[in-house]
C-alpha cells in the first residue's frame, strides 16, 4: 500500500468511526437534523421493535421520544474493514432502556454489536444499512426494594440474546422481531455472509 492509499485509508476508517459516534450522540440527544445525515436516502434500520428505511426510523423514534420512550446507547471498540468505497462495521455496544413492566420501573441492559453496512457516496460515507447483534441481556428493578415477576412463558419467546429487552418492548406496545442475530447461531452466519458479498461489491 502507497503512502498515499495508506493515508486515504486512515482518513476514511477514521470519519466512519465518527459518523458512528455521531449517530449515537445525536440520536440520543434528539437532534434529528443532524441525525439524519448519517444516513444514505435508501439507509435501513433493523431493531427488535422496528425494521424500515431511514425516514421512517426517524419518525418514529421522534413519537416515542416525545410519549417518553427511553432508550439509550454506548459504544465501545470498532473494527472496520474497508473495500474501495465500501465498508463493513462492527463496534461494541451496550442499549439501555427504561419502562414501567408489571407496575415496576426496570432498566434493561443488552450487550452487542452494531454489524453496519456503509458506502462512500459523491464524496460522502453514509449508513446503508444497521444490523444490530445482540449477545446478552438483563432486566433490574429501578429500585432494589422493588418486587419483579416476569411471565415465564411470555420470556421464552424470545431469543436469549434479547429476551428481557423484547420482554420490555413487548410490554409498551410494540410487536418484536424474533429472528434477529445472536452471538452464535444460522442468522449470524448469514450476516457475516452478507457482510463479506457487501464487501465484495454485490448489491445488498
Not at 435508501?42 to 427488535?48: C, E, K, P
Not at 416515542?64 to 474493514?81: C, E, Q, R, Y
Not at 449470524?188 to 455472509?193: I, P, R
Request: hydrophobic share 40%; charged share 25%.
Amino acid at each position: 500500500m502507497t503512502l498515499d492509499a495508506e493515508l486515504n485509508h486512515e482518513r476514511d476508517v477514521q470519519t466512519i468511526r465518527q459518523l458512528l459516534e455521531n449517530w449515537v450522540v445525536w440520536r440520543d440527544a434528539g437532534d434529528w437534523k443532524r441525525f439524519r445525515t448519517v444516513w444514505h436516502d435508501d439507509g435501513v434500520m433493523m431493531a427488535t421493535w422496528f425494521q424500515g428505511v431511514a425516514d421512517e426510523f426517524i419518525r418514529v423514534t421522534r413519537e416515542g421520544w416525545d410519549k417518553g420512550v427511553s432508550i439509550l446507547h454506548f459504544l465501545g471498540g470498532t473494527s472496520v474493514d474497508l473495500a474501495g468505497d465500501r465498508a463493513i462495521a462492527q463496534t461494541k455496544m451496550t442499549i439501555s432502556q427504561r419502562a414501567l413492566v408489571h407496575d415496576v420501573w426496570v432498566d434493561v441492559v443488552c450487550t452487542g454489536r452494531f454489524y453496519d453496512f456503509l458506502e462512500k457516496r459523491d464524496g460522502r460515507w453514509g449508513m446503508v444499512l444497521r444490523q444490530p447483534i445482540y449477545e446478552k441481556d438483563r432486566m433490574d428493578p429501578v429500585s432494589p426494594s422493588a418486587r419483579l415477576e416476569l411471565d415465564a412463558a411470555t420470556l421464552a419467546q424470545y431469543p436469549e440474546g434479547y429476551r428481557h429487552l423484547a420482554y420490555l418492548q413487548s410490554q409498551i406496545g410494540y410487536q418484536i422481531k424474533k429472528d434477529m442475530p445472536a452471538l452464535k447461531g444460522p442468522e449470524v452466519e448469514a450476516l457475516y455472509a452478507r457482510g463479506a458479498r457487501w464487501l465484495a461489491g454485490q448489491p445488498l
